[in-house]
């Protein structure tokens, strides 16, 4: 976004400005009910009725339904496919995390060693929906997928693993070169176990684009409709209870006020994951009975930086842009109640990650000096810099449908624009962001809303040469600091928190702020409870059932 020359603008009127938008919103809509005691929008029962449809307005869709490959490491497809690939651990809200594939808990004895070992023992319930049992061995296929398909978006975790051993057709031995602490976060997380039988070859690159041959969860997938929806419908061998619903409809809808639209005239059921502004409220304003619920931990929205263009590979202008932005004032004023400044380059365990961006709060003289060490200079009439002909401009690519996105990106702008330096504001379709521009040559700044793994998604992101790390950032003192702290079993050694102040002083990533997860659901709905952890919304999809087993909703069109 070009601006003609001019006057910087003044960083008070843009705390009143921020202000003013606050105050629009909270006037616009009316109080959130509160959820019941279990978390749930409506309550629950001891007997839950069987049958029925529930109609979901889920905001992107996906462009691949492979969790592993690029664009697939994205929040919609792992939300999308949580009911139906397995996982060693199932991720619920509050950071919460219990066996689901497993069996229990590996014992003490069952961890440790040299080399460093997992063993892990599968249920001896756990089937696919095609009769087959889920055993080690899909284990085993699922690592030799992960470390020798190309196009997988990261093998953070999955190339630390020497061996996966095959004991028992229900047990399994994970042999690694090194202790490691973050194995739990593997075959879980948004990610899971792979059907060996189904797909046959462990080159899974162009596999499970569209739709899954078999189910491991609690819903078939049993249809994709490109530009429409996916449908759902109850696994008939659903190994871990089976689901009272008939089917989920999840229906792709772009931007949150049609989505309250539809959900208004009863089209659709429950409000999926928005990046928006008092969904809960603006939903119980629009649909009587609506309750809403909550969840903040593992999601987080950050601007992130390609290192390599010519305006970017300079870390002084980096961290001018980060001081240039007044952080504070955009969550207290744009973000509000919808999430809480932060301060870190992922957002794993919340409760004890370091902030190491605490040090980036708003220095407008501070950005200034170090731009001009840069010898980015700003002319007598001009408002963005130049160095040997060139303007300070980077493109700022986002979500164009995302309503709290847009609000934020056109703040950035302003705020940076007050030291020199100009953010042109692109907006794309979602799947477009993330399976193409992302990754591709392109791609100079971006603000993403991203979901992380307990263990944190640093070196995925900001280490090695994986398309994940779109930062394209090559550091051999982080992925040193990352190496000590993947050996760390220690959760207080000051090796944990090392990497963290390495990306810090890289300045690779400006993180902005945790987001709440906000699920609206109609009355007569149960068991729907938002989760901002890896698994996403449909983490409990299984649990969720209807009143009466009720008639399904009409479809969105």
């Known amino acids: 976004m070009r601006r003609a ?92 995390r219990e066996p689901w594939l497993l069996a229990s808990e590996p014992a003490g004895a069952d961890v440790g060693g040299t080399p460093f070992s997992v063993r892990l023992r599968l249920r001896e319930d756990a089937v696919w929906s095609d009769g087959r049992p889920i055993t080690a061995n899909d284990l085993r296929f ?12 990261s093998r953070d975790g999955y190339d630390r693993l020497t061996d996966v051993v095959i004991e028992a057709p229900k047990v399994a031995r994970l042999v690694f070169r090194e202790p490691f602490a973050r194995w739990r976060d593997l075959f879980s997380a948004g990610l899971g176990v792979l059907p060996s039988h189904a797909l046959g070859k462990t080159d899974i690159s ?41 089917r989920i409809r999840v229906v792709f809808v772009p931007d949150v006020v049609t989505a309250l639209q539809l959900y208004a005239r009863g089209q659709v059921d429950v409000i999926g994951p928005y990046p928006a502004v008092e969904l809960g409220r603006r939903a119980a304003s629009v649909r009587q009975g609506s309750l809403a619920t909550g969840d903040r931990g593992g999601t987080w929205m950050g601007v992130f930086l390609n290192v390599r263009t010519t305006e970017l ?19 207290e004023g744009l973000v509000r109640e919808q999430g ?26 501070e950005a200034e000096r170090l731009l001009d060490a840069a010898g980015w200079r700003r002319g007598s009439s001009a408002t963005v810099r130049r160095k040997g002909g060139r303007e300070l401009s980077v493109t700022l690519a986002s979500a164009g449908s995302d309503e709290l996105t847009q609000r934020l990106v056109r703040a950035l ?8 330096i100009d953010l042109n504001l692109v907006s794309l379709d979602y799947d477009r962001l993330v399976a193409d521009w ?20 640093l070196r995925s992101r900001y280490v090695g040469t994986g398309p994940g790390n779109v930062t394209r950032l090559r550091d051999g003192a982080l992925g040193r600091a990352l190496d000590d702290a993947d050996r760390t079993l220690d959760d207080a050694s000051p090796a944990v928190d090392a990497p963290s102040a390495r990306i810090a002083a890289l300045v690779p990533v400006i993180p902005i702020c945790l987001l709440d997860v906000t699920i609206a659901a109609r009355a007569g709905t149960h068991e729907i409870e938002a989760n901002a952890s890896a698994d996403g919304f449909l983490w409990n999809a299984g649990e969720w059932w209807v009143d009466g087993g009720a008639t399904p909703t009409a479809t969105a069109s």
Request: hydrophobic share 40%; proline share 11%; with cysteine.
């Open 5 to 96: 020359s001019g006057s910087p603008p003044n960083r008070s009127f843009l705390r009143a400005a921020i202000a003013a938008c606050a105050l629009l919103a909270v006037v616009a809509c009316p109080s959130e009910g509160e959820p019941d005691g279990n978390g749930t929008p409506n309550g629950s029962s001891p007997s839950p009725s069987r049958g029925g449809e529930l109609v979901v307005a889920y905001p992107y869709e996906p462009s691949t339904l492979n969790p592993f490959v690029v664009g697939g490491d994205a929040p919609a497809t792992r939300d999308l496919v949580r009911p139906v690939m397995p996982a060693l651990f199932r991720l619920g809200p509050d950071g919460t």
């Open 142 to 153: 699922t690592w030799q997928a992960a470390v020798r398909s190309p196009g997988i978006a």
């Open 206 to 246: 162009k596999a499970l684009v569209r739709s899954w041959p078999v189910s491991g969860g609690p819903f078939l997938l049993r249809s994709r409709t490109a530009g429409l929806e996916v449908v759902l419908e109850r696994n008939p061998r659903a190994w871990d209870g089976s689901p009272p619903l008939d």
């Open 313 to 331: 590979s300079d870390v002084r202008v980096r961290r001018a842009l980060a001081l240039a932005l007044d952080r504070e004032a955009i969550v």
């Open 340 to 365: 809480t400044l932060w301060d870190s380059p992922s957002a794993g365990d919340v409760a004890r990650v370091a902030p190491s961006f605490a040090s980036f709060r708003e220095n407008g003289s």
């Open 413 to 420: 702008n302003t705020q940076a624009l007050g030291v020199g």
């Open 438 to 457: 992302a990754p591709g040559s392109r791609f100079e700044a971006g603000l993403f809303v991203l979901r992380d793994p307990p263990g944190g998604a």
